[in-house]
């Protein structure tokens, strides 16, 4: 079993910070700022739509009894909202065809073949 790399929060920073040679205070500022919008929108009940990526919304799910795992009582979970991401079909294609997406001149978030981190 070969492990994954994780793209971490940090990694999009350096990643804007590479491509778009701002300060790393800036970069940080932009990725934050993404992530913050994200987030408010789905608050209010938004969706969010990116197109060539996919979309975010929120779902209601329902409240339904549970069981303590200790005890193996009987609890109440109340109904609550969860985030859900949509891909878009792009997104799905190049996920697919790693080729397919670098000959059509589409960037990657990941780092470069030469910056990936092997533990």
Known sequence: ???????????????????????????????????????????NGDKIEIRGFGSFRTRQRRGRVGRNPKTGEKVEVPPKKI????????LKDFVNS?????STGATSAAPASGDAKHP
């Open 98 to 102: 790693p080729v397919a997406a670098a």
């Open 83 to 90: 985030p859900f991401f949509k891909p878009s079909k792009e």
């Open 1 to 43: 079993m070969t492990k994954q790399l994780t793209l971490t929060k940090a990694d999009l920073i350096e990643e804007v910070l590479r491509i778009t040679e701002l300060p790393r205070k800036e970069s940080e500022t932009i990725v934050e700022t993404i992530f913050d919008s994200i987030i408010v929108s789905l608050q």
